[in-house]
């Protein structure tokens, strides 16, 4: 027969170190109450500076000049459906919060164990009206959100009506870029890169797919995230009510330069030119079709020797196997690794997927040497001589 164990828990040992005059009976399971306040006291002070630092970060926040990726100022109503769903859950949360916290302060006040009464609280299991009361109110709260915002997605997903103008565009993701391949309307056939050009208060359907991996597109301004999956099709319906650059990013992690793969929507006015506001600068934007024709174009010929110099250095240095210059190189082969159509690049407000401003110095900096500012790059490193690069970004720069 097993002996056993002794009856001698550490729990008595200690309460007789505590140091109290041992009032309580030697089998009481509780510590005395003025302990618990003490030892709750030091815990307090840091848990207010780390409260206090949280409150600074989300203020931090706040400003919307520099947070061009905010998703609080939607410019579509696909926008502003998302927008109302956070808000309206943000500020659910805030209020069931603010109830449940409500609740357990007054409970920790008015059944906090008094000095002096050492007896245990009634104990008791199962409480109907209790358990029915906390089971419904959260099951109404989620119908209550579930049933609108099923609407929501539903509304989202619609497509545009056909009688109407609809401006069709294929985005791929690409390791670690976008390409865009417009599909029909003036703009059918013309293909770019990095920025997505479309007109305002017109029904836009983007195509979403991949050349490689899964990446995400998201223009946090336009309307929320849509997976850009190899072989599939994901569309996105989207109508811009608001002219201007609107900044994005590759929302899914596809590899060494995820972070660097941004993009921009670019949302044009339809008739006149218009002055928006960009990163504290002025920007004046073309109209739409304006911008079209200019990008169906070909081209712009060598108009210097210099400029000269750079195509023949372009064109010798196997650069037309991955990039098209439209009227001029036009040999390039559709392929996961070639590289964005450069007809019309000395026009981008940004290169390498919103990584550099474009300007000559950058465009030289990429060419000389791409694994450099993208770890990873798809372009390889080709070896340039400082000279080489500047004289091709320099034509490059000419491609307005
Ligand atoms: C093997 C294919 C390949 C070759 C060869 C190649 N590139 Fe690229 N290029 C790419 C890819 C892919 C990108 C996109 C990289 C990125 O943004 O991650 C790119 C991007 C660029 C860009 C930035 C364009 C933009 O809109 O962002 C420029 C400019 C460029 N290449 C110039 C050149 C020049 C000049 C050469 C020849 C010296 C060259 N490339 C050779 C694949 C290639
Ligand atoms: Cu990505």
């Known amino acids: 027969m097993p002996q056993k164990a002794p009856v001698v828990s550490a729990c008595h040992g200690n309460s007789s170190l505590s140091g109290s005059s041992d009032q309580r009976g030697p089998s009481s399971p509780l510590p005395p109450a003025k302990q618990i306040g003490a030892s709750l006291l030091p815990w307090l002070r840091p848990l207010v500076v780390l409260g206090l630092i949280a409150v600074a970060q989300g203020l931090a926040g706040c400003s919307g000049e520099v947070a061009p990726r905010n998703t609080h100022t939607p410019i579509s109503s696909s926008g502003d459906i998302s927008t109302f769903f956070y808000q309206m859950l943000l500020y659910l949360d805030i209020a069931v919060m603010a109830v449940v916290a409500a609740i357990w302060a007054y409970a920790l006040v008015k059944f906090r164990r008094r000095e002096g009464d050492d007896t245990l609280p009634p104990q008791n299991h199962g409480n109907m009206k209790l ?233 030289a900096k990429w060419i000389a040497k791409p694994s450099a500012i993208k770890p990873g790059s798809k372009m390889p490193d080709l070896n340039l001589t400082p000279d080489e690069a500047k004289a091709i970004a320099t034509y490059l720069y000419s491609l307005k």
């Open 131 to 363: 358990e029915v009361i906390w089971t419904a109110i959260p099951t109404l709260i989620v119908v209550g959100i579930t049933v609108p915002m099923l609407a929501g997605v539903f509304q989202m997903s619609k497509r545009p009506d056909a009688n109407q103008r609809i401006i069709e565009v294929d985005v791929t993701g690409k390791q670690w870029w976008w390409e865009f391949d417009y599909k029909n309307d003036t703009a059918n056939g013309l293909q770019t890169a990095t920025e997505l050009h479309v007109p305002v208060n017109t029904a836009i359907v983007l195509n979403m797919t991949s050349a490689d991996v899964i990446h995400a597109w998201w223009i946090p301004r336009l309307a929320g995230k849509r997976d850009a999956t190899p072989g599939r099709n994901y569309p996105v319906y989207v109508t811009p009510r608001e002219v201007g650059i609107f900044d994005g990013q590759c929302a899914e992690l596809c590899g060494a330069s995820h972070a660097l793969m941004g993009t921009k929507l670019v949302v044009h006015p339809l008739a006149k030119d218009a002055e928006v506001d960009y990163q504290g600068k002025k920007v004046t934007l073309e109209s739409y079709e304006t911008w079209v024709q200019h990008n169906q174009a070909d081209a712009a010929k060598p108009a210097s020797a210099e400029i000269e110099k750079g195509a023949k250095l372009f064109s010798e240095r196997t650069c037309p196997t991955c990039h098209i210059i439209k009227g001029q190189f036009d040999t390039a082969i559709r392929a996961p690794t070639s590289g964005p159509n450069l007809s019309h690049v000395g026009s981008r407000l940004a290169i390498a997927a919103n990584t550099l401003v474009n300007n000559p110095e950058n465009l």
